[in-house]
Nanobody, 117 residues
Framework: QVQLVESGGGSVQPGGSLRLSCAAS????????LGWYRQVPGKQRELVAS?????????ADSVKGRFTISRDNAKNTVYLHLQMNSLKPEDTAVYYC?????????WGQGTQVTVSS
């Protein structure tokens, strides 16, 4: 079992920055991939960025060059971050933390990001 607790998010003007964080209660070795997804009403949830145990990252084309995913490892907790710069109105969504561990996906509760002037 992996429990994910997100923090961050909120409202920001276009061009601004936000930082999302997620605490995954599991050891480093049991989580294979961590990622951030986002969803807007009426659309499918989409991958924003992911990072593997080895540190390999993957980004959606729409966020490349603006978002940076990173992770910090503690004894029984893995921390996942998403630094979001140059935010655009189309980045508005609920953002979800995701962990792939031993073949199962786990999700956080979601955090709202709103980009509006």
């Amino acid at each position: 079992q992996v429990q994910l607790v997100e923090s961050g998010g909120g409202s920001v003007q276009p061009g601004g920055s936000l930082r999302l964080s997620c605490a995954a209660s599991s050891s480093f070795f049991s989580i294979n991939i961590l990622g951030w997804y986002r969803q807007v009403p009426g659309k499918q949830r989409e991958l924003v960025a992911s990072i593997t145990n080895g540190g390999s990252t993957n980004y959606a084309d729409s966020v490349k060059g603006r978002f940076t995913i990173s992770r910090d490892n503690a004894k029984n907790t893995v921390y996942l971050h998403l630094q979001m710069n140059s935010l655009k109105p189309e980045d508005t969504a609920v953002y979800y933390c995701n962990a792939l561990s031993q073949g199962s996906h786990y999700w956080g509760q979601g955090t709202q990001v709103t980009v509006s002037s």
